[in-house]
């Protein structure tokens, strides 16, 4: 369950291709994700993105005469004292930033009450992100986890490798069930040695990734995106029910009728988005919240919208 303590597995991960044997259903669900996510983007979504992330670095341009109402502190003193003419040196920002995805694919993603599961709302938002990093010409990297590491791809542009990204998210069967959300960051710092942009994906029902966290937040960006479906905040007044966690297979046996059950349940995820809350301000880390039950638009909208007036 979601009070589960996490359990370090050895991964050693490589880049791998695309295995075979997709189904057609399948490419016809990232087809139908590749169309809702272009056209978000274009209508929504990147000019929202061209203002919020921009280059970190700069490059130098060029030399060239200083005139007045120039800033003196950009005058090249080592070129005056050879040429005696003030010259100023000019820079251009490094506009090339790299994007990484790290999506929880852990069984529960995939399981829930609603036919719209979790893992297919991080597929579909990951697309759009996607879709307006290389349309604002970045590179965009996935790193898939669930008890492990499981799936690493190395950043790239270009639609057809925005296209593998949106399959790996639906297609891969991660070999393991739980979720580990310290390793994947751990094995992030470890291959992702130049700062990136990182949606940091997952319903966060986990715990111990603080001291990780904190690492690769040194680093990198991180942007957590929390996906959750309403199972995972509160349980039904159902009687007494048979559930199995959907990460380990243990079954129980629940009576969701009683209110102190219920209620000890909610109390259990409140105390860990409270832990969360408390970490990700304490690090300066942004978080969007969506839900299956809902669309996610507003909120992606609303995001870049306060990251704008915070990047002004």
Not at 10 to 19: H, V, W
Not at 162 to 167: D, K, Q
Not at 225 to 251: N, S, W, Y
Not at 278 to 293: A, C, H, T, W, Y
């Amino acid at each position: 369950m979601f009070w589960r303590r996490r359990k370090r597995e050895s991964a050693p991960l490589t880049p791998s291709g695309r295995p075979g044997g997709i189904p057609p259903e399948m490419l016809d669900r990232v087809r139908a994700i590749e169309i809702r996510a272009r056209r978000l983007v274009n209508d929504l979504f990147l000019g929202e993105y061209q203002a919020v992330f921009r280059g970190k670095g700069v490059e130098f341009d060029e030399l060239r005469p200083y005139v007045v109402g120039d800033d003196v502190r950009s005058i090249d003193w080592k070129a005056y004292a050879k040429t005696g003419q003030p010259v100023v040196r000019r820079y251009r920002e490094d506009r090339d930033l790299t994007v990484m995805f790290v999506v929880d694919v852990s069984a529960s993603q995939s399981a829930g009450a609603l036919p719209r599961t979790k893992a297919d709302l991080a597929a579909e938002v990951c697309a759009v992100l996607a879709f307006a990093a290389i349309r604002n010409k970045d590179r965009v990297g996935l790193l898939l986890f669930a008890s492990k590491p499981e799936r690493y791809v190395r950043p790239g542009a270009g639609p057809t490798h925005v296209l593998r990204v949106i399959r790996e998210v639906l297609w891969t069967r991660p070999e393991t069930r739980g979720t580990d959300i310290g390793a994947a960051l751990e094995y992030l710092t470890g291959v992702q040695k130049r700062r990136a942009t990182v949606f940091l994906v997952s319903d966060f029902l986990a715990t111990e990734y603080a001291r990780p966290l904190r690492a690769a937040a040194r680093r990198h960006d991180i942007i957590a995106i929390r996906v959750r479906e309403p199972l995972d905040e509160a349980l039904p007044d159902a009687g007494l029910i048979r559930v199995a966690d959907a990460e380990t297979g243990q079954p129980i046996e629940v009576d969701s009728g009683d209110r102190r059950i219920r209620q000890a349940y909610a109390d259990a995820v409140r105390d860990l988005d409270r832990e969360r809350k408390r970490l990700f301000g304490e690090l300066g880390i942004d978080e969007i919240s969506l839900s299956v039950e809902r669309d996610y638009v507003p909120e992606l909208l609303r995001f870049f919208k306060k990251r704008g007036v915070a990047a002004a």
